[in-house]
């Protein structure tokens, strides 16, 4: 019989890849930091990917990510 069956390491190997691919999907890419010491509410909006910093101005005071315009430079 010629049957094409995946063999267990092959297996093992591509549920890894598709668990692996799975988790990097599933992380958030922006983290929001509030800043809680300002007498205006806004928040930090970090993008883990690649660096860039953006400030949010939020009119209500909540750790929102409304209002994200101004992106900073990084040195």
Same mark, same amino acid.
Do not use: A, S
């Given at each position: 019989?010629?049957?094409n069956l995946i063999t267990l390491p092959v297996a093992v190997v591509m549920g890894g890849f598709f668990i692996a691919l799975g988790l990097y999907l599933a992380a958030p890419r922006y983290s929001v930091v509030p800043i809680s010491t300002s007498t205006n509410p806004a928040v930090w909006k970090l993008d883990l990917?690649? =660096?860039n910093?953006?400030?949010c101005a939020t009119g209500t =005071?909540?750790?929102t990510q409304a209002g994200c315009?101004?992106?900073f430079k990084q040195f």
């Open positions: 019989m010629n049957q990917l690649n =660096g910093v953006f400030l =005071g909540k750790d315009t101004q992106k």
